[in-house]
Structure formats: structure tokens, C-alpha cells
């Protein structure tokens, strides 16, 4: 059964710090993994999808990571912001068709202005 | 830019009552889930739709649950006779295709009394 970890489970750092967020699975038989933001009580939103073939995406400030053999992810935050005060969840997808996302706890980041 | 919407935002029922969450998903989008996220803990998969039909469903998924896609762009979780552990908050997601980039809803705070 697959699992996600998230390590932190909590973050402060001061605005313009870079910062790493961490993220493990069990299995690494993925079919890709998905990074979201979550602002409290609201939604998801996705932030960078990693497909198993590849070793990166970035999007502005944020750089995703992806070593499937290691079960590891990290998501890279350049010069943060207060406005990426959020918790950050990572979910991973079986390789194995429609299956369900599977998630991590998530990281809640504080940027203290 | 397209987005999942959901309604109602905040649901309060009785224990025993029936509820509908409602869905409308990304128009191109082929497929549609229920996830669901009680307080302080990960977000969980309850079941996934295709083709008007059921094409996963999880251990949560019991015969309480229902899904209905009423016409071209509805979307519903019916819950029969809710439980004090219902209460959560409660995302729809919809995807292109199988096993690519999931897109959640701002997701249904359910509270059961």
C-alpha cells in the first residue's frame, strides 16, 4: 500500500529565505506527482505535476523534484514571499491507470515577513 | 481560466439527514472524483467516475455514498443518512484524461450535528 510522507510537518522561515519542502512514498512504481497549495479551509491547487520519466518542472519560484528510485520529491521555493503562507501537499498516482491520488499530510509554510 | 465549482461552500445537517453535494466540473474533462478531507487529517479518495459509471471507489465509499452525473455538466455526492464522522470537507476533481493533472473545487465544508 502506498505511502506519502511529508517532512516538515511545519515551517517558518523570514521572506527572501529559499526553502526546500520534502516529500517520500513507499512505492515507487508511480505514474507521476502532483504538488498543491492549500490556503486554510479553501481548496487545492495544483502547482507542478511530475510524470515518473521526468527529473524536474518549474513554474516561476517553484522548482519540483522527482527521484523515483529513491521514492523522493523535494519542492524548491525561491526568495518566498507571505503570500506562500500555506500548506503544501504532495500526492502521487499509481502506475496502474485510474487509480486515486494518494497524499501526504502536507508541509504548513509560514513567510514571516 | 477554467475552474472545478462547487456548491454549496458550507453545509450543516442533521445526523440521519440525506445531503447532495454538487459539482460542476472542467467542460473538456472526461473524468470526476470525490475526495474528501477530515480536520487535521490527509485528503482521501473516495471514488472516481468515467462514462457515466463507477470506475473506482474506496473502503470510505459505502453504501451511504452515491454518485449521479443528472446531465451534461453536474456532478453530485449524495450522502443517504449522514454520520457524525461525515463531517469533513468535501472536493470534486476532474481530469482531462486518466492519470494526468487533477484539477480540485474550493470543496464543501460539511458539518453533521
Known amino acids: 500500500k502506498q505511502e506519502v510522507t511529508q517532512i516538515p510537518a511545519a515551517l517558518s522561515v523570514p521572506e527572501g529565505e529559499n526553502l526546500v519542502l520534502n516529500c517520500s512514498f513507499t512505492?515507487?512504481?508511480?505514474?507521476?506527482l502532483q504538488w498543491f497549495r492549500q490556503d486554510p479551509g479553501k481548496g487545492l491547487t495544483s502547482l507542478l505535476l511530475?510524470?515518473?520519466?521526468?527529473r524536474e518542472q518549474t513554474s516561476g519560484r517553484l522548482n519540483a523534484s522527482l527521484d523515483k528510485s529513491s521514492g523522493r520529491s523535494t519542492l524548491y521555493i525561491a526568495a518566498s514571499q507571505p503570500g506562500d503562507s500555506a500548506t503544501y501537499l504532495c500526492a502521487v498516482l499509481r502506475n496502474s491507470g485510474n487509480t486515486p491520488l494518494v497524499f501526504g499530510k502536507g508541509t504548513r509554510l509560514s513567510v514571516i515577513a | 481560466e477554467p475552474e472545478v465549482t462547487q456548491t454549496p461552500s458550507h453545509q450543516v445537517t442533521q445526523m440521519g439527514q440525506e445531503v447532495i453535494l454538487r459539482c460542476v466540473p472542467i467542460?473538456?474533462?472526461?473524468?470526476f472524483y470525490w475526495y474528501r478531507q477530515i480536520l487535521g487529517q490527509k485528503v482521501e479518495f473516495l471514488v472516481s467516475f468515467y462514462n457515466n459509471e463507477i470506475s473506482e471507489k474506496s473502503e470510505i465509499f459505502d453504501d451511504q455514498f452515491s454518485v449521479e452525473r443528472p446531465d451534461g455538466s453536474n456532478f453530485t455526492l449524495k450522502i443517504r443518512s449522514t454520520k457524525l464522522e461525515d463531517s469533513a470537507m468535501y472536493f470534486c476533481?476532474?481530469?482531462?484524461?486518466?492519470?494526468?493533472?487533477?484539477?480540485f473545487g474550493s470543496g464543501t465544508q460539511l458539518s453533521v450535528l
Open positions: 476533481a476532474s481530469s482531462e484524461l486518466v492519470a494526468v493533472e487533477l484539477f
Open positions: 512505492d515507487s512504481a508511480i505514474y507521476n
Open positions: 467542460s473538456n474533462h472526461l473524468y
Open positions: 511530475i510524470q515518473s520519466s521526468q
